[in-house]
């Protein structure tokens, strides 16, 4: 059984301005790029209890995938059907259209 995961805002740029986050999504500098940002994101593992930097999140990833492949292979498997960026527009639009409704109604 999977464990429930929180603080996803963590990884999804809370932390960074909206002016920041717009240019990762147009900038020609590979280095600063979303994919860029999200190779360099971290998780809150480490590899040891000795490590003084915690794990990227592939590293992360890959670590499980050792100890319960069977959880890693279902994951990977499940991605292959998902379209994150359709989900996010879809529930970026709904809520863009329930305030709007509030707003016009107010």
């Known amino acids: 059984m ?8 963590s990884s999804l740029g809370r932390s ?4 920041n986050r717009s240019k990762r999504l147009i900038t020609q500098d590979r280095g600063g790029s979303v994919e860029a ?6 998780s809150g593992f480490f590899e ?3 490590a003084h930097r915690t794990m ?3 590293e992360t990833f890959m670590a499980t995938a050792r100890v319960r492949p ?5 994951w990977i498997e499940a991605l292959f059907g998902l379209s994150s960026s359709d989900f996010a527009m879809r529930v ?3 809520n863009r ?6 707003v016009s109604e107010g």
């Open 70 to 74: 069977q959880a890693s292979r279902y």
């Open 37 to 42: 940002y999200v190779a360099r994101a971290r």
């Open 48 to 50: 040891t209890p000795a």
């Open 16 to 19: 960074e301005t909206d002016a």
């Open 97 to 102: 259209e329930r305030l709007l409704k509030v």
């Open 56 to 58: 990227t999140t592939l």
């Open 2 to 9: 999977l464990a429930p995961t929180f603080d996803h805002a």
């Open 92 to 94: 970026l639009e709904a």
